[in-house]
């Protein structure tokens, strides 16, 4: 509704409540009393339908297209939330891509078994010799950084601490390439064992545990870290997986 067409409605109804006034003027003094009062009440009435008319006026100035403001809003917000939608897929696609062609360093350890013990004491030696192999297993070679192999005796697992203690070691000079299993290249680590801490493991009165870690690149480019830790058990006694959670761990 246009300023002029409210201003001229207003005029228009005042005038006609005042014509339609004059026209019911009392003849008595009380009555003329009555009548001035009720032209009053006029009056003001139809002011405050012009004020009521301005107002309405000024909201529509002051929100001339909030709808219109609302919907664009919404419309960008799902703009973001599809592409952000979109930009997540392509990510996820990407890491399954990458882990499906990645390679795996893992290791293992080399039984030290009886015969073994047997040798070495045939041998007047009072120690032997356990190795830790690392392995690349997939389809690309990886660059090995840094590697710990430890062996650790102890009465049981609950001496061993809650997060590995891998001792002094330092990241070899440049990168190892290490290629993949299937070509017969492992890294091997040795580790020296007493015959007398042996027998003790083999007596069941203390447990034997190798573990480490190997830090490595792999094809991508991408960092990445292997915990391992054994635990000498069974019957016949071997190296498999074991020791805590902290000590294992793959990424």
Same mark, same amino acid.
């Given at each position: 509704?246009?300023?002029?067409?409210?201003?001229?409605?207003?005029?228009?109804?005042?005038?006609?409540?005042?014509?339609?006034?004059?026209?019911?003027?009392?003849?008595?003094?009380?009555?003329?009393?009555?009548?001035?009062?009720?032209?009053?009440?006029?009056?003001?009435?139809?002011?405050?339908?012009?004020?009521?008319?301005?107002?309405?006026?000024?909201?529509?100035?002051?929100?001339?297209?909030?709808?219109?403001?609302?919907?664009?809003?919404?419309?960008?917000?799902?703009?973001?939330?599809?592409?952000?939608?979109?930009?997540?897929? $392509?990510? /996820?696609?990407?890491?399954?891509?990458?882990?499906?062609?990645?390679?795996?360093?893992?290791?293992?350890?080399?039984?030290?078994? $009886?015969?073994?013990?047997?040798?070495?004491?045939?041998?007047?030696?009072?120690?032997?010799?356990?190795?830790?192999?690392?392995?690349?297993?997939?389809?690309? %070679?990886?660059?090995?950084?840094?590697?710990?192999?430890?062996?650790?005796?102890?009465?049981?697992?609950?001496?061993?601490?809650?997060?590995?203690?891998?001792?002094?070691?330092? %990241?070899?000079?440049?990168?190892?390439?290490?290629?993949?299993?299937?070509?017969?290249?492992?890294?091997?680590?040795?580790?020296?064992?007493?015959?007398?801490?042996?027998?003790?493991?083999?007596?069941?009165? /203390?447990?034997?545990?190798?573990?480490?870690?190997?830090?490595?690149?792999?094809?991508?480019?991408?960092?990445?870290?292997?915990?391992?830790?054994?635990?000498?058990?069974?019957?016949?006694?071997?190296?498999? %997986?074991?020791?805590?959670?902290?000590?294992? /761990?793959?990424?």
């Amino acid at each position: 509704m246009s300023s002029s067409f409210c201003k001229y409605f207003c005029v228009t109804l005042l005038r006609q409540s005042v014509k339609d006034h004059e026209g019911r003027k009392p003849g008595n003094d009380k009555d003329q009393q009555e009548w001035r009062e009720s032209g009053i009440r006029v009056l003001v009435k139809a002011e405050m339908e012009r004020d009521k008319s301005e107002a309405e006026k000024k909201d529509d100035q002051r929100y001339p297209n909030i709808g219109v403001n609302v919907t664009k809003l919404i419309l960008e917000l799902l703009t973001v939330l599809v592409a952000g939608a979109a930009a997540y897929f $392509v990510y /996820r696609q990407v890491v399954t891509l990458t882990n499906s062609e990645r390679s795996w360093v893992l290791a293992d350890v080399e039984d030290f078994t $009886v015969k073994d013990m047997l040798l070495c004491e045939a041998a007047g030696s009072d120690a032997g010799l356990v190795f830790c192999r690392l392995k690349n297993y997939g389809i690309k %070679p990886v660059w090995i950084i840094a590697v710990s192999c430890n062996l650790k005796i102890v009465a049981s697992a609950t001496e061993l601490p809650e997060e590995p203690d891998y001792g002094d070691w330092k %990241p070899f000079e440049g990168q190892l390439p290490l290629l993949p299993e299937s070509a017969g290249r492992y890294v091997r680590r040795p580790l020296v064992i007493s015959i007398a801490e042996f027998q003790s493991v083999l007596a069941k009165k /203390r447990e034997l545990y190798v573990y480490g870690f190997a830090t490595y690149k792999d094809a991508f480019g991408l960092l990445r870290e292997s915990r391992f830790c054994f635990n000498y058990v069974g019957n016949p006694p071997c190296f498999q %997986p074991g020791g805590p959670k902290n000590y294992n /761990r793959y990424c």
